[in-house]
């Protein structure tokens, strides 16, 4: 266990493995959230042109920048992302739109399979139907393994999902690895660890709902029993992550419809975590332990050996860093009016 900030590579190697995106047309789904915004910045700041697709863009949210153009949409929609594809030339697809939120899964599991497979099916189906698109990356998770025992999770073991999130991500998972096998797609898979990192609005998330709860001066709540272990990955190591596998998988064929895994070996729990958060912010405060967590899997760990090996991927940012840029974020945002 522990807070290891071990496994990270040195800076600079990332760059020869990113690819070059000045003047690519991509399609970013789901590009108001946590990973979307990251890898929209990144895709921007190498020149790309980024329609961000989401079904739920508010003007707070926008991203004004030059060469982003926000997309009201939902990926279950054929027509419209037929459209989209078609009239803005789209080269490049990141899908990434999902309903995240395990409790709201369990809660109502259909609308979650919705998002997530019929989102994932209709994406891919469009893809298909256009036949232009060269580069497609779908975003797994690494809760497509399901409970591996606390086993580090690899790209070759079984998807055995049993919780409905769980499941949706599996889904979306071999629907891509369906598509590319059968029909050639140029597809390939992401799994990522946890992500964290400054622009998650979702509060119920360990990070985000600490550091709000912090920052109000209020104990910080953990909905599992504190001892849930989890891979924590920062957001910008992710959205490289997303470039560096969309790129080889446009060169190189024999990457279609396969799956890696993406992380840190930053592994903590989530008492680890909290402890971790409050450190870094200088506060007294104490969690309180809930214990209302059901349907997740106790211990995860995730190698990223395979997308070491493979694609030359490296993690850049330690948790320390990791956590102070992203509670700065926070400061920040909360500090606004709106908030
Ligand atoms: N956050 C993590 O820890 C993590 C870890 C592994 C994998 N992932 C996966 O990475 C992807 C991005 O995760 P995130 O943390 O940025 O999630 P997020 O919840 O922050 O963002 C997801 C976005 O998708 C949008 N969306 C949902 N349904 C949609 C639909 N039908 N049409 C269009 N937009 C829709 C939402 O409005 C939201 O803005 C997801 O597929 C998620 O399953 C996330």
């Not at 790209?155 to 096998?181: I, N, V, W």
């Not at 790129?247 to 419809?257: C, F, I, K, Q, T």
């Not at 211990?299 to 840029?325: F, I, K, M, Y």
């Amino acid at each position: 266990m522990g807070g290891g900030d071990s496994a990270l590579g040195d800076m600079g190697m990332i760059d020869d493995t990113v690819g070059h995106w000045s003047g690519r047309r991509v399609l970013v789904t789901g590009a108001a959230g946590l990973l979307g915004r990251s890898v929209s910045t990144e895709l921007l700041d190498r020149g790309a042109n980024v329609l961000g697709l989401d079904i739920a863009w508010t003007e707070r949210d926008a991203v004004n920048a030059a060469g982003f153009t926000t997309v009201p949409g939902d990926v279950r929609d054929y027509s419209a992302l037929d459209t989209v594809l078609r009239e803005e030339h789209v080269d490049t697809v990141i899908h990434l739109a999902a309903q995240t939120l395990v409790g709201p899964a369990v809660e109502d599991p259909v609308t979650t399979f919705s998002h997530n497979a019929e989102g994932t099916w209709t994406l891919l189906e469009a893809c298909r139907g256009r036949g232009s698109v060269e580069r497609i990356v779908v975003a797994s998770s690494d809760k497509a393994y399901g409970d591996a025992g606390g086993r580090p999770y690899r790209e070759a073991m079984a998807l055995r999902p049993t919780h409905p999130y769980d499941s949706s991500k599996a889904m979306a998972d071999l629907l891509a690895q369906t598509y590319a096998h059968t029909y050639g797609l140029p597809v390939a898979i992401t799994r990522c660890a946890n992500l964290y990192g400054g622009g998650d609005l979702n509060w119920s998330r360990i990070v985000p709902g600490t550091i709000r709860s912090v920052l109000r001066d209020e104990s910080p709540e953990i909905r599992s029993d504190g001892t849930f272990l989890r891979d924590y990955l920062f957001v910008r190591d992710a959205a490289i992550a997303v470039l560096v596998l969309a790129d080889a998988v446009g060169r190189r064929s024999e990457l279609r419809g396969q799956a890696f895994n993406f992380a840190a070996g930053q592994r903590l729990t989530a008492l680890e975590m909290v402890d971790r958060i409050l450190q870094v912010m200088r506060s007294t405060l104490r969690p309180t332990i809930l214990a209302v967590s059901r349907n997740e899997v106790p211990a995860q760990r995730v190698s990223a050996a395979r997308a070491r090996r493979e694609l030359g991927w490296r993690p850049q940012v330690r948790l320390a860093a990791g956590l102070a840029e992203t509670v700065a974020w926070y400061r920040a945002h909360l500090a606004r009016p709106a908030a």
